[in-house]
């Protein structure tokens, strides 16, 4: 993958010495949106209650209560706008570095999956994968309870759970090798999405844009809007507006502070902007806010929860 580490997010899961963190969400119906996004981590997502439509790795997928989504890392995914019904999930995010290194079961194993060699399916469903989704559901639970509890030697009960869970998928999922097809489209989204997280704080016009893909304006406005479900502008402001909610939410700021320094040189429109992503207008919350409506986190760290 070409220069991958410019394209790493900037969230942290976990700690440097146990990366993994544990998020519980609500979407509401309707949302604006989850913008499409990566990160090197592997994610472990159940869907508790309702149901949506992903976009991972360019496929939109339908996903539903009791489905369980497993992605690992550098997987293009996110929710386009208007695709949920009161949507529950409890995730696992989690660095692959935390399962094998230079052993045979990271490099035999882990390696694959990390680098994109090896794909399972996206998605295991009840109907599908009955025994499988059981199987998972059961890890599943210990691997939360043992997180939230804490008792001691949690860490090794953790990451023993998760290694199950790799072992489950290879032992019981069909798994497919890599498919060069579609690799130079998500590159180049990878490229754009990291443009914009690079240059959010200053004006940044669709020519930039295009310029990072080699494409012509039209071509590139045709060709973002195809696979991400928005248009690169909508894309743009709903990444600032996932930095102005993390900034309001400390309440040391001023609210045209904030909306300068996050791109925005009107403040009527970044009111408009803010109102569409929360539903509100913008004010010093004290609390965490994310632009994409999340309206319940996992108490502890949950200004940590990942950004694009």
């Keep these: 993958m070409e220069q991958k580490g410019q394209y790493l997010e900037k969230g942290r899961h976990g700690t440097p010495m146990f ?18 996004h990566w ?25 539903k209560k009791g489905d369980f989504l497993f992605l690992p890392s550098g997987v293009l995914h996110g929710i386009p706008e208007g695709n949920t019904k009161m949507l529950e999930t409890e995730s696992f995010v989690f660095h692959p570095g935390m399962l094998g290194g230079m052993d045979v079961c990271g490099v035999k194993y882990i390696s694959p999956l990390e680098n994109g060699d090896i ?25 939360k309870n043992s997180f939230l509890d804490r008792e001691n030697g949690y860490e090794m009960e953790v990451k023993a759970c998760l290694l199950e869970m790799v072992l489950l998928l ?40 295009a310029a990072v893909c080699h494409f012509s304006e039209c071509y590139f406005m045709r060709f973002f809007k195809q696979y991400m479900n928005m248009t690169c502008v909508e894309y743009m402001n709903q990444y ?31 009111n408009r902007v803010f109102k569409k992503s929360f539903g509100m ?20 760290d949950a200004v940590n929860a990942f950004l694009l």
């Design 240 to 270: 600032r507006m996932e930095i102005a909610a993390e900034r309001l939410a400390s309440g040391r700021e001023s609210i045209t502070d904030i909306a300068l320094d996050t791109g925005f040189n009107n403040i009527s429109y970044f």
């Design 170 to 209: 290879y032992r019981e999922s069909s798994f497919e090798r890599r498919k060069e097809e579609n690799q130079s489209t998500i590159e180049r989204l990878r490229k754009v999405i990291q443009y914009i997280k690079e240059n959010y704080q200053k004006p940044v016009t669709v020519g930039e844009l």
């Design 119 to 143: 794909r399972f399916p996206y998605v295991f469903s009840k109907e599908g994968t009955g025994e499988l989704s059981k199987g998972l559901k059961m890890l599943f639970d210990r691997l």
């Design 281 to 300: 207008t913008p004010k010093p919350t004290g609390r965490p806010m994310r632009a994409w409506n999340w309206i319940r986190w996992n108490e502890r």
């Design 39 to 63: 990160h090197e981590e592997f994610e472990v997502t159940y869907v508790r209650k309702g149901s949506c439509t992903y976009l991972i790795d360019l496929m939109p997928i339908r996903v």
């Design 19 to 36: 990366p993994v963190e544990y998020y519980d969400c609500e979407y509401p119906a309707n949302l604006a949106g989850l913008p499409v």
